[in-house]
Structure formats: structure tokens, C-alpha cells
């Protein structure tokens, strides 16, 4: 229907900056399977729990609308930080009181689990937060930048920055230290790693750490990009990042990246050129086709960057 | 040997997702045992203390609303002004103090969202009790559509205050609902159909002088039928469509549809659906795109005080239609009003007169059927059969009766507009029949 130029930009850039939420997300479900093979169903209820996380912190520092001067950073790295350490801490627990145990159970016990776990998620978010959508203050000043006739808000910009600096910041962690070459060996071989003295429990442990912070800063700038949460919106979010995953080469973590915004774009420009209704179907028939035609997905699972 | 470890993985996956659909059904009949639990005492102090002899019979009318989650603001409400209707009959001494009127309250909630499968559970549960004899309820459409077959097959009679989908009574969606006995109808309700709403919405929009409007609507049985009565009666009158999309449930990202809505410049934007289903965020993330000066126009699922909350400042401008008349505002609530608030602390919702309309046209049909059997117990069909030829009934919201699709006689819609963060009532419209 009705296109134009500047419409076409525009979507390109909301499509950007959905993927950039979609690509935080996958990156935590590509390392947690790249490491135990198990898809962590409860991982995009650890992102909404980011959102409340930093929401708790934004309404015990009093900020209920946008800060500027210095004060900006105190709050933004507080409710960011604030909301990484717990989520990160809350992906531990959970690896140890539900997964850990049934690490050598056939694959299906496992991933029950990480479904239980997400309705456990959920529901204690009902309970703390109730049913309806609850507003996020905005925080971060939001001007809106016009090139031409399309105008790009700030937020936007945060989102897919960030959204790239920590996958380049988890990648060179991966490649260059010490812990994440034991993250590596022990996801190519969990009993040769132990035979040659790497704590399997502390890498393990260590990936859900770093996975579900990712998540926790997904949850905060959600919460900014959307200026509101609500205790389900994992479900869907979580969905999307698992197929964003899949379609980079799940275990990947630049194909993660590379999964999520391309669903983004995916999903904005069928909203323009289709209908909105539609985005769905398309987004989840491509991915049956990029799982029989390319299995392993587009990047692959590249073994050198497998976490 | 990777792939094949991770497809398999996949496939499990997707089973145990399906497996997952299932709980979410069968967790509802906790919530509403739960919820009959927690409410029904509410309904036996004023029993109790109707009359000395309150050792009589038991009839129960069921209510089944959505009385938790974000439907909960308009779900409350609702029960409540049934519940009044039932504690005011027994009070009065009801069939001479020889029967006692009991509720049973059912909640149709889901994951925090009005759920078919938990309303046809709630029902299921009603017909089972040979002591219920009538039920008012449910709020949403689509739950309707998995109650109606049950009450038809059961002849329980049902009246809904607040359900406005056309297929409910009229045409051969209608037919199709009535299963088991496809010539009676046992479904009624007090308030009008979206045909006339949404007429009644697009004629108020062209009066609002907007020429362009874009559509956009949740999919749902309510919100689409809405929209599409909407969409070519606001054609009809002059108006031009830009476009008409439809949004998916749990969606939390509607700038790429605004996005394209704005490129169309409409005049306004109209959307069909109700508050849990995305209508608040979409009004909320207009400001997004630029659209924050663009008004919004809905049906009664937007008139909620959730819709205020979720839009926060952009709830203003915003126009919706009530399929009732504004209680609030007529003589004949006056005294359903203040006994209202005497009794629950608050002020009514937009469908609590209805509701208590709806329970009382069940009480008269009870009370009649008993006079009528000599004092004995009378089964559902002598009610249906009562309900079925209720005429000329006085009630707070005027006078009702019934046609033979089960549609009121007496159909009222008030517009509302939201200024100031608060909705104010906007033009009061009779409709013809």
C-alpha cells in the first residue's frame, strides 16, 4: 500500500531497534545452549524481571520521570547495574536448584523444567506487580533527531548501541580470557574439560551469570524504550529471541545478534508491506525454512565462537 | 550428530509448549472455586438477615465475569451490581420467605485476561448444580460464544449485561451457537449490539468532522466484529478507510504499525478491542510515532479506568461509546446508585446497572415461576420460559423486554470523552429497533 521513502526508513529504524531488545535476549538463550544444549524457557521471564528489577530501583531513588546533569548516570548505571546483578543472580539460582540436577536426564526433563520455571517467573511477577501494564519513567532524555523527513528518537539509538556493545563486549570475553576458554572447552566436551581441571559447576554457573545479566539490561532498556512492562511480556519477547537464536546459528553469539535484528526488520516491514497480524506467521515460517535448508543457521554454529 | 541432537531438542520443545497451552486451561477451575469461595459469602450476611425462617430452599443465580487480571476493573463492577440485585431480593423477603437466594460467583480470568475455555468451565460448573436456576454474565464476547451452546443444550437462562457482538443473537452465527436446541433460545442481554454501536460510533465520527480514519482492531470476536460494522457504516456515511490492520495478542511493540498509520495522516484512529488485548499501549505508543495530537476512538472495551492508566497522558482526546445508558445520570438509577455505593464503597462501573437489571429480570422470572407452580420449586425451563417473555420490565436503565433473538427492546449507547485524564460523558443516543 502507501509507501514512501521516508515511511521505508522509518520502519527500517523501529525494526532496528525491536531487534536490538530481541538480540540482548537471544544472546543469553544462545550461550545457555551453546553450554548445556538446553533451551532456558525462562529466560525471557528473567528479562521482564529486569524490567521490574530496575523499575524497583528507579522508585527507591524517587525518579519518576526524565533526569538530567550528572545525576543521569548515577541513576541510569544503579537501575541498569541493579537490574543485571539480580537477574544474573536470580539465572544462577535457578540453574541451581532446577537444571543442575537433571544435567544427564534426557533433554525432554530438562526443558519441562525451564517451561515450570517460566510460569514459576510469571506468576511471582503477577503476584508482585499484578495483571495490568505498569509505567516505566522514561529516564533517559529523549530527543528526537530529524534527518529529512524521518526522525529518530534517542532511545532508539541506545537500544541498538547497546545492544552491540555488549555482544562485542561477550564475544572478546569469550575469545580472550581465561574463563570463557573454559566456557568453550566445556561446551565442546563437558568431560574432557573436567578431565583437564575446569570446575564445571562454577563455568556453567558463570554462563547462566552473564546470560541472564544480558537480560536484566534488556528488561531495563525495554523498560525505557516502551515506558511500561507487564508481568507476561516475556513470553512473547522470549519467543522471538529463541528464534532469533535458531535463525544466527544457535550457541553463535554474532548470529544471535545478527537473529534478532533481522527478526526486527522482519516483523516491521510486514507490519507495513502485509498487516500487523501477519508478522507472526512470517517470522516463525522463516524460521522452519532456515531449519531445513540451513539447519545449523545462518552463521552456523561456528565451533571457534561457541560458547 | 549436533543438528540432530539440537532438532530433536526443537521438536520436544514445540510439545512441551503444547503441553503448556493445555495447563493454562485446566489452572482456571482453581481460580474460580477460589473466587466462588471468596465471594459468595458476601451474598448470605444479607440472606441471613432477610428472615427469621432462612432454614428455605436454596436457588442460586451464577454470575461469571472476568474478576481478576486487567479485565478486572469492568469484571467487578458487573458482579457487584448482580450481586445487589440478589441481596436486595432476599432482604425484601423473596417468594414470601420461603426460598433463599444464594450467587455463585465465577471469575473467567486467565494469565491475568478473560479466557473462553474458563467461561465455559464456569458454566459447566453452574449446570451441574440442579439448585442454579439462572446466570447473569459474561463481560467478553468471545466468552460468550463458548458459554451460549452450554446454557442452550442445559435451558439455563442466561443474560449478559455487557456482551455487544452481533452473532450472539442474530443471523446464522447465532444459529450456530444454539446446538442442541437450535429453534429456543436461552441467551439474552440488556445491553445493545455492536451493529448499532459501531453505526452509532461512525456517525458520531463523521459529526466529530474527521473525513479519513485508519481501523485497527484485536482479532477478538468483539474487537473485530466492532470494527467491521464500523469500517463500512463510516464509508457509508462519507467518511474514507485509510486502512484497517489487526493486532496479535501479547504484542508490546506497536511502533512499526503506527509507523504506518501515520504515513497515512488520518484524522483520527479507531481501534476495536479492549483494553487487555492491547488498547491502552497502542493509544500509549502513539505519542511515539508523533501521533500524540491524533484522537482515538473505540467501543466500550476501551471504557475502562485501566484504558486511563495504561495511556497515561495520552488517554485524552480519546472518544469510546458505553453500551448502557450513563447510570449516573438518570433518574430511574437514582436509587441503584446510592444503594450501590452504600454497599460497596465505590461508584458503579460503565455495566453494573445492567447487571443488576439483568439479575433482577432473573429474580422476577424465579418469583413468577414459583407463584405460578403453587409454591413448588420451579425447574429452568418454567424461568427461561419467563425470562424468554419479559416486557415492559422497570428497571433503572428504562424500560426493557425482549425481542425473539434475545435482543433488547430498548437500546441506549453513551459517549464518552476523556478530558483532564477523565472520561465525561459526551451525548446520550436512543436508537431505534
Known amino acids: 500500500m502507501h509507501l514512501d521513502g521516508a515511511t521505508l526508513l522509518q520502519q527500517l529504524i523501529n525494526g532496528l531497534s525491536q531487534g536490538g531488545i530481541y538480540a540482548l535476549i537471544a544472546l543469553g538463550y544462545t550461550m545457555v545452549y551453546g553450554i548445556i544444549e538446553l533451551i532456558n524457557f525462562a529466560h525471557g521471564d528473567v528479562y521482564t524481571l529486569g524490567t521490574f528489577f530496575s523499575l524497583a530501583v528507579l522508585s527507591l531513588l524517587g525518579v519518576t520521570g526524565v533526569v538530567s546533569g550528572p545525576m543521569l548516570i548515577v541513576v541510569v548505571a544503579a537501575a541498569i547495574l541493579a537490574a543485571m546483578i539480580l537477574c544474573g543472580l536470580t539465572g544462577v539460582l535457578i540453574e541451581r536448584l532446577a537444571y543442575r540436577r537433571l544435567r544427564n536426564a534426557p533433554k525432554l526433563a530438562p526443558l519441562i523444567t525451564a517451561i515450570g520455571m517460566s510460569f514459576i517467573l510469571e506468576n511471582l511477577m503477577l503476584y508482585w506487580r499484578g495483571p495490568s501494564p505498569v509505567p516505566f519513567p522514561q529516564v533517559i532524555p529523549n530527543p528526537e533527531i530529524a534527518l529529512g523527513a524521518v526522525t529518530v528518537q534517542a532511545k532508539q539509538i541506545i537500544v541498538v548501541l547497546l545492544a552491540v556493545v555488549l555482544m562485542l563486549l561477550l564475544q572478546s570475553f569469550v575469545l580472550n580470557t581465561r574463563l570463557g576458554k573454559a566456557m568453550r572447552a566445556t561446551a565442546q566436551d563437558k568431560d574432557a574439560a573436567q578431565l583437564m581441571g575446569i570446575d564445571i559447576n562454577t563455568t556453567i554457573a558463570l554462563t547462566f551469570l552473564i546470560g541472564s545479566a544480558l537480560a536484566g539490561a534488556a528488561g531495563f532498556v525495554s523498560g525505557v524504550y516502551y515506558g511500561s512492562t507487564w508481568f507476561f511480556n516475556g513470553f512473547a519477547a522470549g519467543l522471538k529471541a529463541f528464534t532469533a537464536a535458531v535463525l544466527g546459528g544457535i550457541g553463535n553469539i554474532a548470529g544471535a545478534m545478527l537473529g534478532g535484528f533481522l527478526i526486527g526488520l522482519i516483523e516491521a516491514l510486514t507490519t507495513q508491506f502485509i498487516g500487523d497480524q501477519w508478522s507472526n506467521v512470517l517470522v516463525f515460517s522463516i524460521l522452519v525454512i532456515v531449519l531445513i535448508f540451513r539447519p545449523s543457521g545462518i552463521l552456523g554454529e561456528s565451533l571457534p565462537a561457541k560458547v | ?433
Open chain 2, 1 to 433: 550428530m549436533r543438528f540432530s541432537s539440537f532438532s530433536r531438542t526443537a521438536g520436544a520443545a514445540a510439545l512441551a509448549a503444547a503441553l503448556a497451552a493445555c495447563s493454562n486451561t485446566s489452572s482456571t477451575t482453581t481460580t474460580s472455586s477460589t473466587t466462588a469461595g471468596g465471594s459468595s459469602p458476601a451474598a448470605s450476611p444479607a440472606a441471613a438477615g432477610s428472615s427469621g425462617a432462612a432454614s428455605g430452599t436454596t436457588i442460586k443465580i451464577g454470575i461469571d465475569f472476568p474478576l481478576s487480571g486487567q479485565d478486572a476493573a469492568v469484571g467487578r463492577p458487573s458482579a457487584n451490581g448482580a450481586l445487589l440485585a440478589i441481596e436486595q431480593a432476599n432482604a425484601a423477603g423473596f417468594a414470601g420467605g420461603k426460598y433463599t437466594l444464594s450467587a455463585v460467583v465465577l471469575d473467567d480470568t486467565v494469565q491475568g485476561k478473560h479466557d473462553p475455555a474458563a467461561g465455559a468451565q464456569n458454566v459447566k460448573t453452574l449446570i451441574a448444580d440442579p439448585a442454579v436456576l439462572a446466570m447473569v454474565g459474561p463481560y467478553n464476547s468471545n466468552v460468550a460464544k463458548a458459554e451460549i451452546p452450554l446454557t442452550n443444550d442445559a435451558g439455563l437462562a442466561q443474560i449478559s449485561p455487557a456482551n455487544t457482538n452481533d452473532g450472539l443473537t442474530i443471523g446464522d452465527d447465532a444459529k450456530k451457537l444454539r446446538t442442541a436446541h437450535p429453534d429456543t433460545n436461552a441467551y439474552f442481554r440488556v445491553c445493545t449490539r455492536d451493529s448499532r454501536q459501531g453505526l452509532a460510533l461512525a456517525q458520531f465520527a463523521r459529526k466529530l468532522g474527521w473525513k479519513k480514519v485508519y481501523v485497527i482492531d484485536d482479532n477478538e470476536t468483539y474487537g473485530k466484529g466492532l470494527a467491521d460494522v464500523f469500517d463500512p457504516s463510516f464509508q457509508k456515511l462519507g467518511g474514507t478507510v485509510l486502512g484497517h490492520d489487526h493486532i496479535t495478542a501479547n504484542q508490546q511493540d506497536f511502533k512499526a504499525l503506527l509507523t504506518k498509520v501515520k504515513s497515512t495522516q488520518p484524522d483520527a484512529v479507531f481501534y476495536g478491542g479492549d483494553v487487555s488485548t492491547g488498547g491502552g499501549l497502542l493509544r500509549e505508543q502513539m505519542a511515539d510515532v508523533g501521533m500524540s495530537k491524533t484522537p482515538f476512538m473505540g467501543g466500550d472495551g476501551i471504557g475502562t479506568s485501566e484504558f486511563l492508566k495504561v495511556a497515561g497522558p495520552m488517554a485524552n482526546q480519546t472518544y469510546y461509546s458505553i453500551a448502557a445508558p450513563d447510570a449516573a445520570k438518570l433518574p430511574s438509577a437514582s436509587a441503584f446508585v446510592a444503594a450501590y455505593r452504600k454497599r460497596f464503597g465505590s461508584d458503579i462501573g460503565a455495566y453494573s446497572a445492567n447487571s443488576y437489571t439483568a439479575a433482577k429480570i432473573e429474580i422476577a422470572a424465579i418469583a413468577k415461576a414459583i407463584q405460578d407452580d403453587g409454591g413448588k420449586l420451579p425447574s429452568r425451563a418454567d424461568v427461561l420460559k419467563n425470562v424468554a417473555a419479559t416486557n415492559g420490565f422497570a428497571s433503572p436503565i428504562g424500560t426493557i423486554g425482549f425481542d425473539a433473538d434475545g435482543d433488547t427492546t430498548a437500546p441506549i449507547l453513551t459517549l464518552k470523552r476523556v478530558q483532564n485524564g477523565q472520561p465525561v460523558t459526551y451525548d446520550q443516543l436512543v436508537l431505534k429497533t
